[in-house]
T-cell receptor, first 115, second 113 residues
Framework: SAVISQKPSRDICQRGTSLTIQCQVD?????MFWYRQQPGQSLTLIAT?????????ESGFVIDKFPISRPNLTFSTLTVSNMSPEDSSIYLC????????????FGEGSRLTVL | QQQVKQSPQSLIVQKGGISIINCAYE??????FPWYQQFPGKGPALLIA?????SEKKEGRFTISFNKSAKQFSLHIMDSQPGDSATYFC????????????FGKGTMLLVSP
């Protein structure tokens, strides 16, 4: 399966600021997703990153808070806007290659702490 | 609402023992059931997956058992090792994995030496 690199791996942010997380896949993938995982919790899908068009957001997540870009098949960004302590979480980028039996693979995650 | 219910929440097993984690789903249209393993500070990694045309799939010490009529599937780890200590997530999706995955809440497994 492909390898996903995320940066930053971790960051400490001030309330009210925004942070952009970058996700790079080492091969082309048809689908990319962004998940949130709060400490000790399960994975919650934020949105599907669509190449060249607006992301598809899950219930409870909005574009103004989590703008997402995907300019090509191997790169995506997630911005966490106007952060509050409730946004402290691990943000995971994931990808799926339809040619590879649909396996979903993940990056190592970006751990954000908002003070 | 599509749900996948996972149990137990945590599990302690002696080295060499069998670890069993169970999941139940509601949506009968689900047709792809993967298990993910996550170590602290790492992203989840696919461990093993099954589709409903078979009742069991084995890869090394890891086996998925699938009961379509009961809408349940389980992960069995044989000869559990301390290195298996991790959090395990079951998941399910439509269209053999090409749609989004719905994850269970996870099971924290500790294998004692």
């Amino acid at each position: 399966s492909a390898v996903i690199s995320q940066k930053p791996s971790r960051d400490i942010c001030q309330r009210g600021t925004s942070l952009t997380i970058q996700c790079q896949v080492d091969s082309q993938v048809t689908m990319m997703f962004w998940y949130r995982q709060q400490p000790g919790q399960s994975l919650t899908l934020i949105a599907t990153a669509n190449q060249g068009s607006e992301a598809t957001y899950e219930s409870g997540f909005v574009i103004d808070k989590f703008p997402i870009s995907r300019p090509n098949l191997t790169f995506s960004t997630l911005t966490v806007s106007n952060m509050s302590p409730e946004d402290s979480s691990i943000y995971l980028c994931s990808g799926r290659d339809r040619a590879n039996t649909g396996e979903l693979f993940f990056g190592e995650g970006s751990r954000l702490t908002v003070l | 609402q599509q749900q996948v219910k996972q149990s137990p929440q945590s599990l302690i097993v002696q080295k060499g023992g069998i670890s069993i984690i169970n999941c139940a789903y509601e949506n009968t249209a689900f047709d792809y059931f993967p298990w993910y393993q996550q170590f602290p500070g790492k992203g989840p990694a696919l461990l093993i997956a099954i589709r409903p045309d078979v009742s069991e799939k084995k890869e090394g010490r890891f086996t998925i058992s699938f009961n379509k009529s009961a809408k349940q599937f389980s992960l069995h780890i044989m000869d559990s090792q301390p290195g298996d200590s991790a959090t395990y997530f079951c998941a399910a999706s439509l269209n053999s994995g090409y749609s989004t995955l719905t994850f269970g809440k996870g099971t924290m497994l500790l294998v004692s030496p």
